[in-house]
């Protein structure tokens, strides 16, 4: 028997490859089917089952292209509904996969259709539970994405408390806890960064486990403090359910090299968004104009379904050489599946082809610090208010980059605007759609408040160091 967690970092989501006697089963997979694929050759193995542990709502799942490819069949747990054929389980049905068993626990809370998958090894023994998003490592699924209007979150918080007491945490506390997903996901409040830990542990630690919660603790305390969910979730959540295009189909189209004059003509009659892949610096020295930049090298995938709300957009991407297929993928794992092509030799090709071309002035942390002292200056700082509220300099405007198209209005037009966030991710982000939108006076802070921070520039504390 052997268990692999495949875990993507971006994303902050495990898949989970197991495997038996020459038999194999794949449990959430990314969009991109070919490593699981791959694995199952080198290792002389046949995909028998593609398990789902629910219809996710932060990435688009490969189930459909996995099960295309290797004729497993799809598995959901009871209350699924899928568009397309699957088999559901029903609670305490058993799959064989060599010498070992996964059996089926539906524990509807964070979904209705939510079950998670317990191995049991060749005598019989529970080994693993693959809880999906029903139990994480710290935490447990938020139960506000799956509302129907029947049903509130504290309707579905009341089911997750059932489903945890009545079968899971009656599970020896040896066996492994896998969950769906680390820290850094939107699908719940208080991850850890841990990835696995075994059951006992998390009875001891998880706060959602203590023995003597009561189920209005458990509701009150599980739903206190959700932040809105992205915009991208309910679309993927209909893409998982009702399909998708063949990864092959988004990669063949999005990967098509296209000359600066086809670049330009295709954004021109397609309205497409030019999405800038590039760093934030190398981006910041020159870029097309009203093109959007995020970075493939922060988290790529999660800001590009925040701030871009349609998933349908026409995208035409430019990326560092050698990347396309890489920024592509990642576009499709959230359901971006429009790209039309890339700007072949990146920028560098546009810049050669004598186009148009726009920058963003950067300025220091220590050249704030000295200009703040001789007039006041319009700082925004586009953290998230949790950041904000723990330290932040002195005066500055509080716009968070999540909800830039809503408070549009709020950043002043008239004067010169001084960007940061953390580390200088996100305040490039947010300096590009200011650009695309027509507002001229914009300066981004190298280092972000990290920088800041090391200086002497007045800083207001909240509660530094909670």
């Known amino acids: 028997m052997k268990i692999e967690q495949i875990y993507t970092g971006c994303l902050a989501q495990g898949a989970y490859f197991i495997q038996s006697e020459g038999e194999a089963a794949v449990i959430d997979p990314l969009r991109e089917v070919a490593p699981y694929l791959d694995k199952a050759s080198r290792e002389g193995a046949t995909i028998k089952y593609v398990f789902e542990t629910h219809f996710h709502a932060d990435f688009v799942s490969g189930h459909l292209d996995l099960s295309q490819k290797t004729g497993a069949p799809i598995?959901?747990?009871?209350?699924?509904?899928?568009?397309?054929?699957?088999?559901?389980?029903?609670?305490?049905?058993?799959?064989?996969?060599?010498?070992?068993?996964?059996?089926?626990?539906?524990?509807?809370?964070h979904t209705m259709e939510s079950t998670c998958y317990l191995l049991l090894d060749e005598g019989g023994k529970p080994t693993a539970l693959f809880s999906g998003d029903t139990l994480f490592i710290g935490d447990v699924g938020r139960p506000d994405l799956a509302q129907k209007s029947d049903l509130t979150m504290h309707d579905l918080a009341g089911y997750l408390y059932d489903s945890l007491r009545s079968k899971i945490m009656p599970l020896p506390d040896d066996v492994v806890v896998y969950p769906a997903h680390g820290a850094g996901s939107a699908c719940g409040k208080n991850m850890s960064k841990e990835t696995s830990d075994t059951l006992?542990?998390?009875?001891?630690?998880?706060?959602?486990?203590?023995?003597?919660?009561?189920?209005?603790?458990?509701?009150?305390?599980?739903?206190?403090?959700?932040?809105?969910?992205?915009?991208?979730?309910?679309?993927?959540?209909?893409?998982?359910?009702?399909?998708?295009?063949?990864?092959?189909?988004?990669?063949?189209?999005g990967v098509q090299a296209l000359s600066p004059e086809a670049f330009e003509a295709a954004a021109n009659e397609t309205g497409a968004l030019v999405l800038d892949t590039r760093p934030a610096q190398e981006f910041a020295k020159g870029f097309v104009p009203n093109s959007i930049n995020i970075g493939?090298?922060?988290?790529?995938?999660?800001?590009?379904?925040?701030?871009?709300?349609?998933l349908k957009q026409p995208l035409l991407i430019i990326t560092q050489p050698g990347r396309e297929e890489e920024v592509v993928t990642r576009l499709a794992r959230v359901g971006y599946d429009y790209t039309l092509g890339y700007l072949e030799g990146s920028f560098e090709a546009w810049e050669k082809a004598g186009k148009e071309v726009d920058t963003i002035d950067s300025i220091s942390a220590e050249q704030l610090a000295e200009q703040i002292k001789e007039g006041n200056l319009t700082v925004v700082d586009v953290r998230k208010p949790t950041e904000y509220e723990v330290e932040h300099v002195e005066g500055a405007l509080?716009?968070?980059?999540?909800?830039?198209?809503?408070?549009?209005?709020?950043?002043?037009?008239?004067?010169?605007?001084?960007?940061?966030?953390?580390?200088?991710?996100?305040?490039?982000?947010?300096a590009s759609i200011l650009k695309s939108r027509g507002f001229d006076k914009v300066l981004d802070i190298q280092g972000g408040f990290g920088a800041l921070a090391k200086t002497d520039i007045p800083r207001?504390?909240?509660?530094?160091g909670e």
Request: glycine fraction near 8%; hydrophobic fraction near 35%; include cysteine.
């Open 75 to 109: 598995v959901y747990g009871p209350q699924a509904n899928p568009s397309f054929e699957a088999h559901i389980a029903h609670n305490g049905e058993e799959f064989k996969i060599g010498k070992v068993t996964i059996k089926a626990i539906h524990t509807p809370g």
């Open 200 to 253: 006992g542990n998390q009875k001891q630690t998880n706060y959602a486990l203590r023995a003597d919660m009561t189920r209005e603790e458990f509701i009150s305390e599980v739903t206190d403090g959700l932040l809105a969910p992205p915009q991208y979730f309910p679309q993927n959540v209909r893409m998982n359910r009702e399909g998708y295009d063949s990864i092959d189909e988004v990669l063949e189209r």
């Open 296 to 310: 493939i090298d922060g988290s790529f995938a999660p800001w590009v379904g925040a701030l871009i709300p349609d």
């Open 398 to 430: 509080n716009l968070p980059l999540d909800s830039i198209s809503e408070q549009m209005a709020e950043y002043p037009k008239d004067k010169t605007l001084y960007l940061h966030c953390a580390g200088g991710y996100r305040s490039m982000v947010a």
């Open 460 to 464: 207001t504390v909240y509660a530094k």
